[in-house]
């Protein structure tokens, strides 16, 4: 028996196994015909495309990869993957523009990544709270079976993040805190990506998945993908 021929035909056989789709499960939560919507700041912005450019609109980032995925393992399905991330966007961002980006597009299932913004810029935990419940309640009440998912904020220290790291660390606490409590309250799927990032730190140092202690290398972007699919799979089963 010619065992490196067997093992050439078995490794491509894999390989053909993986690219048609059938090395991805489907996610219960995405229907038939699924519109599934990322919002959010710079990390979900992914630096996407403002133009209907397929090659482009969806970014560089962890909603990409999910997209990727899910699109190509199962075309049938005909989903749909939309992204409306901003960088520099807080909550105040996203309330002064869900009625377009958000309400108007009637997503099936809403993934939320906001609050890293609203720590760097100070805004009180009282406030960030109050109106990212609003938009949930807004959300819910005008589009009455969405899903929801939301992502916590998160950092590491690294950069500029290493300079007063405790009270950095403290702070973003607070507002995973927050988005606990408001997953919780409006029945959404809660992506714990600090946990995320804090186990990958056991595998590599932290600037090998975020570079400067706020947004995601490529390495750290597959992190939140693989985090996200895991939380959304196990929430929906």
């Not at 894999?14 to 959010?40: T, V, Y």
């Not at 949930?136 to 916590?152: H, I, Q, R, S, Y």
């Not at 950092?155 to 790291?165: I, S, T, Y």
């Not at 804090?198 to 995601?216: F, L, M, N, Q, T």
């Amino acid at each position: 028996m010619n065992l490196p021929r067997l093992l050439l035909n078995t490794l491509a056989s894999a390989s053909m196994f993986l690219l048609c789709g059938h090395g991805a499960e489907p996610l219960p939560a995405f229907s038939q015909e699924c519109r599934i919507l990322f919002q959010g700041d710079s990390i979900t912005d992914g630096n996407r495309g403002r133009t209907a450019d397929p090659n482009h609109i969806l970014g560089h980032g962890y909603a990409f990869i999910i997209a990727a995925k899910h699109g190509a393992a199962f075309p049938s399905q005909k989903l749909t993957f939309l992204n409306r991330g901003i960088s520099g966007n807080k909550v105040s961002d996203l309330t002064a523009r869900w009625q377009k980006d958000t309400l108007d597009l009637k997503p099936d299932l809403l993934s939320i990544l906001i609050g890293v913004n609203d720590d760097g810029r100070n805004v009180p935990m009282a406030e960030y709270e109050a109106g990212y419940d609003r938009l949930l309640t807004e959300t819910k009440a005008a589009l009455p079976g969405v899903k929801l998912v939301l992502g916590e904020p998160f950092l590491l220290p690294v950069g500029k993040k290493k300079e007063n790291w405790e009270a950095a660390k403290a702070s973003i606490e607070q507002r995973q805190t927050i988005v606990a409590k408001l997953a919780a309250k409006h029945g959404a799927a809660l992506v714990k990506y600090q946990q995320a990032f804090d186990e990958a730190c056991k595998r590599a140092p932290a600037d090998y998945w975020i570079w400067d202690g706020v947004h995601p290398t490529y390495a750290g972007h597959q992190v939140m993908a693989d985090a996200w699919e895991a939380t959304v799979r196990a929430f929906w089963k």
